[in-house]
């Protein structure tokens, strides 16, 4: 369970002065093992700086965040098992693999760091993983360079699901890739979300990929968590304004009164 207490965030303005910016507005949810989760809302909301709180990255200006009780921001930074138990894949997955590591190692790098398991058992749960994510086995010796950009995503996926994670948290992951790949992509997490149990914080622009990938939303605007929604194919639990404006710009819902055809349903939106 990943529970955050007041939780915020600011950084300094960037004047020079005193003054500070608000990234993330003092908040307090959680997250159940095992949920999908999708916080969603338009850029500069405050989404990857939340997740990078959870994530042990960013440390918060205020509150605190726990993941099983424990705190995870004591006096030093966040421990070398909380990055284990949380693993964050950010937007530039290209960028978070180290260009002279060989794909096969960069994989099993996490599987030396936190299991230190020896080198043969390494290449056969590297391959494993591989497989899982659908890398061809080829690929072992490439470097990051010679894939495409949605096989340097897989190959963070399976770097990210070595350490076993209790959460993955996925950041606008699928950014920049056409429509059926990021489709087979997205279908992916749900899959190894389904076969390996992990949370899922999956965090994105678009409502109507939150409203698939997620049984639970949290809407952000401006800094504020703004609304958390458990949804189950009735878009009645969006209640907050700006979720319905985001439901309508997705074209989810058609007008403020009638849904589009994917429901069918009527509701007064109001
Ligand atoms: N390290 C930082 N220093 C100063 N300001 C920051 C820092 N990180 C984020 N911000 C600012 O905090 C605000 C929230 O940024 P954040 O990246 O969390 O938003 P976001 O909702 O994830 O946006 P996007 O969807 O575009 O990635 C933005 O205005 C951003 O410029």
Same mark, same amino acid.
Request: proline share 4%; hydrophobic share 35%.
């Given at each position: 369970?990943?529970?955050?207490?007041?939780?915020? #965030?600011?950084?300094?303005?960037?004047?020079?002065?005193?003054?500070?910016?608000? $990234?993330?507005?003092?908040?307090?949810?959680?997250?159940?093992?095992?949920?999908? +989760?999708?916080?969603?809302?338009?850029?500069?909301?405050?989404?990857?700086?939340?997740?990078?709180?959870?994530?042990?990255?960013?440390?918060?200006?205020?509150?605190?965040?726990?993941?099983?009780?424990?705190?995870? +921001?004591?006096?030093?930074?966040?421990?070398?098992?909380?990055?284990?138990?949380?693993?964050?894949?950010?937007?530039?997955?290209?960028?978070?693999?180290?260009?002279?590591?060989?794909?096969?190692?960069?994989?099993?790098?996490?599987?030396? #760091?936190?299991?230190?398991?020896e080198k043969e058992k390494r290449r056969e749960r590297c391959r494993n993983l591989m497989e899982l994510c659908n890398l061809s086995r080829d690929y072992y010796?490439?470097?990051?360079?010679?894939?495409?950009?949605?096989?340097?995503?897989?190959?963070?996926?399976?770097? $990210?699901?070595?350490?076993?994670?209790? #959460?993955?948290?996925?950041? %606008?992951?699928?950014?920049?890739?056409?429509?059926?790949?990021? *489709? *087979?992509?997205?279908? %992916?997490?749900?899959? &190894?979300?389904?076969?390996?149990?992990?949370?899922?914080?999956?965090?994105?622009?678009?409502?109507?990929?939150?409203?698939?990938?997620a049984d639970e939303i949290f809407v952000m605007r401006n800094s504020n968590l703004v609304e958390r929604a458990a949804f189950s194919g009735d +878009?009645?639990?969006?209640?907050?304004? +700006?979720?319905?404006?985001? &439901?309508? $710009?997705?074209?989810?819902?058609?007008?403020?009164?009638?849904?589009?055809?994917?429901?069918?349903?009527?509701?007064?939106? *109001?």
């Amino acid at each position: 369970m990943i529970e955050l207490k007041e939780v915020s #965030c600011s950084f300094s303005d960037g004047f020079g002065g005193k003054g500070l910016f608000t $990234a993330v507005s003092p908040l307090s949810t959680n997250f159940s093992d095992g949920g999908r +989760y999708a916080i969603v809302g338009e850029s500069g909301s405050g989404k990857t700086t939340l997740a990078r709180m959870i994530a042990g990255l960013q440390r918060p200006s205020g509150g605190s965040v726990f993941v099983d009780g424990a705190p995870v +921001y004591g006096r030093k930074r966040a421990g070398k098992e909380h990055f284990r138990k949380v693993q964050i894949i950010q937007q530039n997955s290209a960028s978070a693999l180290d260009p002279k590591i060989p794909v096969g190692k960069s994989i099993e790098e996490p599987l030396h #760091c936190f299991f230190h398991m020896e080198k043969e058992k390494r290449r056969e749960r590297c391959r494993n993983l591989m497989e899982l994510c659908n890398l061809s086995r080829d690929y072992y010796t490439r470097l990051p360079s010679e894939l495409s950009g949605g096989e340097q995503k897989r190959v963070a996926i399976a770097r $990210a699901l070595a350490a076993e994670p209790q #959460c993955l948290i996925f950041d %606008e992951a699928t950014n920049g890739f056409d429509l059926p790949l990021r *489709k *087979k992509i997205i279908d %992916e997490i749900i899959d &190894l979300q389904q076969q390996l149990g992990f949370t899922l914080i999956f965090i994105t622009h678009d409502m109507e990929l939150a409203v698939v990938v997620a049984d639970e939303i949290f809407v952000m605007r401006n800094s504020n968590l703004v609304e958390r929604a458990a949804f189950s194919g009735d +878009y009645s639990v969006f209640h907050d304004p +700006y979720s319905r404006m985001l &439901l309508e $710009a997705s074209g989810l819902v058609n007008t403020s009164t009638e849904w589009n055809d994917k429901t069918k349903e009527r509701i007064d939106l *109001k």
